[in-house]
């Protein structure tokens, strides 16, 4: 197990070797493994990089965000331009359903409303959103239409499971309640909690997915 000096130093070292990670104003506090992450950064993207590099270290066993995005001068954009621009690149996402998803944008914070058919798509709506110039956060109500839950999705997530682990997690439980999953249990790290959150999200018919998994140290 990490000591938290250990585990900040390598959070530090990740940072430097992410290239989507510029800012050098980045503060990283660990207190028996929680990591609390401060700082301003120059867009949004940047800062979804910074909270990306942190998860992908080992030890981390949860993510306080205090940073903020904090334009440079001359990258400030208008709401009524920030808003022209979400509109066109979700026309032009093919993941995402036309006239499906309805932007909102107010001092630079995009909100995003509407219904969609799968989690993918309401991903992809945010995913194309936080990379546009201005954008300084991204708040995602879609929600997606709510269908007939598979009466065997537990054992299709499980399924789902063994195809990108070999083996489902053993301490991963998967609980069904009409169209919602709940995962309860530990995972080893971030990333597998993940791709077990991801397999039951990909379920059929899955309109909710409650996360109560941990993240083991």
Known sequence: MKSDTQLRADIQAELEWDPAVTSADVGVIVDHGVVTLTGHLGSYAEKLAVEQAAQRVSGVKALAIETSVKLAAGL??????IARAVGHALEWNVQVPRDAVRPVVEGG????????????QRQAAESTVRNLLGVTGITNLVKIKLQLCSADVERQVQDALVRVFHDAPRQ???DVYGSQVVLRGKVRSWAELNAVRGAAWSA???????NELAVEA
Do not use: F, K, M, N
């Not at 400030?76 to 331009?81: L, Q």
């Not at 059929?204 to 409650?210: A, L």
């Open 76 to 81: 400030e954009r208008t709401d009524a331009d």
């Open 204 to 210: 059929p018919g899955v309109v909710s997915v409650v």
């Open 172 to 174: 991963v439980a998967v």
């Open 109 to 120: 914070w995009v909100t995003l409303t509407g219904e969609v058919e799968w989690d993918y």
